[in-house]
């Protein structure tokens, strides 16, 4: 058995556990790791430059602490001069699984959010040219914005839907979740190819076309059909 710890027992006291608030609880949902799905749309993977076609899923993730809540304003990040918003369904899930099947993975999806995954693009691009990690592009501080969870008893599977996003109040994003290339039950069960997922986990599953920069004084607004309204005001520079 782990001995106990308190924080005088640390060199420097832990920050609290990232967690989500749960829509009609008290209770919220810890968070400890998030993975993304790339270019997961069809006309997205276009729009990069990507076969959507030929392309089997691939990933990238993000910290925990790289979270922020709709509703936020947060501050234009550094190091960029084109920071971008990527309009997505986020997945928690809620059970062990490893190695399993699709119509297994579906019973491990305990709940949805919708989210931004915000991108550094140029740093990002940089990265694709020189075959070096994405993780300033992707994983940087604010990074990972998202809307209260619903539970899937709630709101049923998600596998169809609008998926909407618009900055100062035009529509720059549109598409439907019956377009995404791998569903979410393919996703969680290619994932779990690769590792033990449990509670805790989130996915990011990926972009419908029209990405695109944000300045300071931007607001963004996001839907999806069933969830929360997902909002974001960008700040001026640190």
Same mark, same amino acid.
Request: glycine fraction near 10%; aromatic fraction near 8%; proline fraction near 9%.
């Given at each position: 058995?782990?001995?106990?710890?308190?924080?005088?027992?640390?060199?420097?006291?832990?920050?609290?556990?990232?967690?989500?608030?749960?829509?009609?609880?008290?209770?919220?949902?810890?968070?400890?790791?998030?993975?993304?799905?790339?270019?997961?749309?069809?006309?997205?993977?276009?729009?990069?430059?990507?076969?959507?076609?030929?392309?089997?899923?691939?990933?990238?993730?993000?910290?925990?602490?790289?979270?922020?809540?709709?509703?936020?304003?947060?501050?234009?990040?550094?190091?960029?001069?084109?920071?971008?918003?990527?309009?997505?369904?986020?997945?928690?899930?809620?059970?062990?699984?490893?190695?399993?099947?699709?119509?297994?993975?579906?019973?491990?999806?305990?709940?949805?959010?919708?989210?931004?995954?915000?991108?550094?693009?140029?740093?990002?691009?940089?990265?694709?040219? #020189?075959?070096?990690?994405?993780?300033?592009?992707?994983?940087?501080?604010?990074?990972?914005?998202?809307?209260?969870?619903?539970?899937?008893?709630?709101?049923?599977?998600?596998?169809?839907?609008?998926? #909407?996003?618009?900055?100062?109040?035009?529509?720059?994003?549109?598409?439907?979740?019956?377009?995404?290339?791998?569903?979410?039950?393919?996703?969680?069960?290619?994932?779990?190819?690769?590792?033990?997922?449990?509670?805790?986990?989130?996915?990011? #599953?990926?972009?419908?076309?029209?990405?695109?920069?944000?300045?300071?004084?931007?607001?963004?607004?996001?839907?999806?059909?069933?969830?929360?309204?997902?909002?974001? #005001?960008?700040?001026?520079?640190?």
């Amino acid at each position: 058995m782990e001995a106990q710890t308190m924080s005088s027992d640390y060199v420097f006291p832990p920050e609290p556990q990232p967690s989500v608030p749960v829509r009609g609880s008290r209770q919220r949902y810890a968070v400890s790791r998030i993975f993304c799905v790339g270019r997961n749309y069809a006309a997205h993977a276009r729009e990069m430059g990507g076969d959507p076609d030929r392309e089997p899923p691939f990933y990238f993730t993000k910290p925990a602490n790289a979270l922020v809540p709709s509703g936020a304003t947060i501050p234009y990040p550094p190091g960029t001069k084109n920071y971008h918003y990527e309009m997505e369904l986020v997945v928690a899930i809620g059970a062990p699984v490893f190695k399993v099947t699709p119509e297994a993975a579906k019973a491990a999806v305990w709940g949805y959010a919708a989210g931004l995954d915000m991108t550094r693009r140029d740093l990002q691009n940089e990265a694709k040219k #020189t075959g070096r990690p994405w993780d300033t592009g992707k994983g940087f501080e604010n990074a990972a914005v998202i809307t209260e969870l619903v539970r899937v008893s709630e709101v049923g599977p998600l596998d169809k839907g609008a998926i #909407t996003l618009a900055v100062n109040g035009e529509e720059k994003q549109r598409g439907d979740l019956s377009d995404l290339i791998w569903s979410v039950a393919e996703v969680v069960a290619n994932l779990s190819q690769f590792y033990h997922l449990k509670a805790g986990d989130l996915i990011y #599953t990926g972009t419908p076309e029209g990405v695109g920069p944000v300045l300071p004084g931007d607001v963004i607004t996001g839907q999806i059909e069933g969830l929360a309204e997902l909002s974001l #005001t960008i700040g001026a520079p640190e």
